[in-house]
């Protein structure tokens, strides 16, 4: 599965999220500082009117748009979000604390352009409480995963992940906050590798190229 994207221009993140938005804050100055080459943060989405990231989206002077659900279908409010998304030219979607899951439709329309970040060693503990479970299970070392978004819960194509070890005194605070430092470095390393690939080495030394290029899903 491939996707052409036209890399005369910077590329445009469009980020969704739902509550806090730290990793949409990482994302945002890591684009800043230039950790993530080329790209620029057109949109933050947010699903929830009262979500805290609004503001810290707001004060970074990023757009924002607030889309409620409003007992719609997933699919009717799904589109809604991918016309906001196309009306901008989105080319790459991060989900960030984005608590919904996505409809088939959206999934195809930016088939291998949607990333998520999940609070676990992916494929282990996929879904809501992450870190619950992985304490639940007593395992000793667990981490964070960035990967592309398919129709499976958590499951699809790895990006990069980095570990964290569980400490024997840890709480799911504890261990959620130790996991989240890591988040915030690992996100910004994933999507500036996607967009690299997106975008070709070229465009990663600065140099834009105007042909279009394509991202392959499959890393
Ligand atoms: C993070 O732990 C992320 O891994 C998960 O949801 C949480 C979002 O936190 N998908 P924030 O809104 O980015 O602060």
Sequence with gaps: MSTVVNTARPARLGILISGRGSNMVALAEAVHEGRI??????????????????????ERGL???????????????????AEA??????????LAGYMRILSRA????????????HPSLLPSFPG???????????????????????ETL???????????????????????????EEEHKLYPKAVALVLESILGSSAAAGQMSSNSRNLDSSR
């Excluded at 943060?41 to 989206?57: E, F, P, R, Y």
């Excluded at 304490?135 to 964070?144: A, D, N, S, Y």
């Design 37 to 58: 080459p080329n790209a620029e943060i057109s949109v933050v989405v947010s699903d929830q009117a009262n979500a805290a990231g609004l503001a810290k989206a707001k």
């Design 63 to 81: 757009e924002t748009l607030v889309i409620e659900r409003r007992r719609r279908k997933r699919e009717e409010h799904d589109r809604e979000i």
């Design 85 to 94: 998304l196309r009306a901008r030219n989105i080319d790459l979607v991060c």
């Design 106 to 117: 959206f999934i195809d329309t930016y088939r291998s352009r949607i990333l998520n970040i």
């Design 128 to 150: 809501l409480d992450a870190q619950k479970q992985t304490l639940e299970h007593g395992v000793k070392w667990t981490g964070c995963t960035v990967h592309f978004v398919d």
């Design 154 to 180: 958590d499951g699809g194509p790895i990006i990069l992940q980095r570990v964290v070890p569980i400490h024997h005194d840890d709480t799911v605070e504890s261990l959620a906050a130790r996991i989240l």
